[in-house]
């Protein structure tokens, strides 16, 4: 990959990707706050629906919840707390790889349902199933680095993409020079998984960021008796 391509990628295409999500997130929920929503499919077809979707569901946040980690999290931190590389890179080697299994089971199964259910592909957008084929790419590629991760249980490649992203997010320059030489699986993925944040608000999964929390602290519901 050319010196300028790997800049852009992932030292200016990072910042154009959050900076999508930042503002398409508030515009969209500003301008046109019914559209924010799953645009679930249960009441045409429940069948497949209530296991793809706690097996996907299951598997995301999971392998989420690890990037996020993983990647942000200080490596003094780690070192702190006695977690040598290598056992990180294990660790995240095993559980992403489970995850990821049950993430494909559950994506899947949704995208079958989606595709081959005459009346719910009738009540999908070009969106609604371009979003899944792109989640399963992107959870495919991510499957694909188990391989070569596995050539480096010593932990050294991981570290190269904590560097990465948290030059990134600390606004810091030369973050693209960490993952100059690694693998193009990682290199594909990563750049895939920018491109899902930068769409993220023009689709369904900005209801990834809807969570009921009022609900918990709502009052009590009156109900009365009708009156005869």
Avoid at 2 to 14: A, D, R, S, W, Y
Avoid at 58 to 86: R, W
Avoid at 163 to 180: D, K, L
Wanted: charged share 15%; with cysteine.
């Amino acid at each position: 990959m050319g010196h300028f391509m790997n800049f852009f990628l992932f030292q200016i295409f990072p910042y154009i990707a959050i900076a999508a999500f930042l503002l398409g997130c508030l515009l969209r929920f500003d301008r046109d706050p019914y559209s924010w929503r799953t645009k679930s499919s249960q009441l045409l077809r429940r069948k497949q629906l209530i296991m793809g979707s706690i097996c996907f569901h299951l598997g995301v946040l999971t392998i989420l919840l690890g990037h996020f980690v993983g990647l942000l999290t200080p490596i003094q931190v780690f070192d702190a707390l006695g977690i040598s590389h290598g056992a990180k890179q294990i660790l995240a080697i095993t559980a992403g790889g489970i995850a990821g299994l049950f993430c494909l089971v559950g994506l899947c199964m949704l995208l079958h349902r989606r595709l081959f259910d005459p009346r719910i592909r009738n009540n999908s957008s070009f969106a609604d199933i371009a979003v899944l084929f792109l989640l399963l790419a992107q959870l495919l590629l991510g499957l694909l680095t188990i391989p070569s991760s596995m050539k480096h249980l010593d932990g050294h490649e991981m570290v190269k993409f904590m560097n990465w992203a948290q030059h990134i997010v600390t606004f810091r320059g030369g973050a693209h020079e960490f993952v100059a030489d690694v693998a193009l699986v990682f290199k594909l993925h990563i750049t895939l998984g920018l491109f899902l944040l930068l769409v993220f608000p023009f689709t369904r999964l900005v209801h990834a960021l809807s969570a009921p929390v009022g609900y918990v602290f709502r009052p009590y519901q009156v109900v009365r008796k009708r009156a005869r």
